[in-house]
Nanobody, 116 residues
Framework: QVRLVESGGGLVQPGGSLRLSCAAS????????MGWYRQAPGKQRELAAAITSGGSTNYGDSVKGRFTISRDNAKNTVYLQMNSLKPEDTAVYYC??????????WGQGTQVTVSS
């Protein structure tokens, strides 16, 4: 059984910061990439950021320069540091894990709301 435990979402004012965490456990196999996707109401799910086991990163255009993704391979944990948050960052953020067999796993999502 695979388990992805997400934490760190919440309500923050514009310009503020949040840090998301996602810990993966269970029969995932060897992890290739971990990342975060987000989905705002009425919009499609989009990539926020992803990182491979080798440390290569990929960011969505709208978060470049503001978000930083990192991971602890020993703990199978990925982090997303979100700075200079904007109201348009409001979304449900989903943890995503891909193993070397290219099988994907998703977390249940954590709500991030940016509002004054």
């Amino acid at each position: 059984q695979v388990r992805l435990v997400e934490s760190g979402g919440g309500l923050v004012q514009p310009g503020g910061s949040l840090r998301l965490s996602c810990a993966a456990s269970g029969s995932i196999g060897t992890i290739y990439a971990m990342g975060w996707y987000r989905q705002a109401p009425g919009k499609q799910r989009e990539l926020a950021a992803a990182i491979t086991s080798g440390g290569s990163t990929n960011y969505g255009d709208s978060v470049k320069g503001r978000f930083t993704i990192s991971r602890d391979n020993a703990k199978n944990t990925v982090y997303l540091q979100m700075n200079s948050l904007k109201p348009e960052d409001t979304a449900v953020y989903y943890c995503n894990v891909v193993n070397w067999g290219r099988r994907e796993y998703w977390g249940q999502g954590t709500q991030v709301t940016v509002s004054s």
